[in-house]
């Protein structure tokens, strides 16, 4: 079955600490893998893509096949990235349906 | 952008009886939207998914004579809570891809609507 990991439900950190919320995903096939945000109070929206190797707001993400993970990096870490962030995981290309795991709240303190 | 709009932002029922929440795509067209389903601090979890002219396609331990599913035009689907229970409460999100333009994996989510069941 396929299925999206997020191990950490909470990561706190300092403003300027550089940041990696984990994600691994089990799947057979080719799968297409994203990274939601969703800031307080408002709707979940799309952060990145693997596909388009894409930097957004300074995080990057790396599809690593032979370890099944796609972890969100950034840098240097602001308090406006404080935000539940959803790694999700469409099983083709398409408008097909999104597997979304747990999230990981990432609190940036000053 | 994209908007997708929903109604209810909120709603409080008393058990027993049916709740109907529109979702809409306001500036594009859609002939799928998807219904995910919220629990507090947990993630969203892909209740159905609502095809514009046919049949909803249900996750397997959904109910679907209890989330009753409509997708009447390109730019509206609903979801009604048929005989709701306490159990029924969450916070139920939509989400739509664009018929045309933009990448073909965008989705667009609705804010969500909270429904009480008392």
């Known amino acids: ?110 | 952008g994209a908007v997708v709009s929903q109604h209810p932002s909120w709603v409080i029922c008393k058990s027993g009886t049916s709740v109907k929440i529109e979702c809409r795509s306001l500036d594009f067209q859609a002939t799928t939207m998807f219904w995910y389903r919220q629990f507090p601090k947990q993630s969203l979890m892909l209740m159905a998914t609502s095809n514009e002219g046919s049949k909803a396609t249900y996750e397997q331990g959904v109910e679907k004579d209890k989330f009753l599913i409509n997708h009447a035009s390109l730019t509206l689907s609903t979801l009604t809570v048929t005989s709701a229970h306490p159990e029924d409460s969450s916070f139920y999100i939509c989400s739509a891809p664009p018929l045309a333009g933009g990448p073909t994996d965008t989705q667009y989510f609705g804010p969500g609507t909270r429904l009480t069941v008392l």
């Open chain 1, 1 to 110: 079955a396929q299925r999206v990991t997020q191990p950490e439900k909470l990561l706190s950190v300092f403003k300027g600490a550089p940041v990696e919320l984990k994600c691994n995903y089990s799947y057979s096939g080719s799968p297409e893998l994203f990274w939601y945000v969703q800031y307080s109070r408002q709707r979940l929206q799309l952060l990145l893509r693997h596909i388009s190797r894409e930097s957004i707001k300074g995080f990057t993400a790396d599809l690593n096949k032979g370890e099944t993970s796609f972890h969100l990096k950034k840098p240097f870490a602001q308090e406006e990235d404080s935000a539940m962030y959803y790694c999700a995981l469409t099983l083709s290309g398409g408008y097909n349906k999104l597997i979304f795991g747990a999230g990981t709240r990432l609190a940036v303190h000053p």
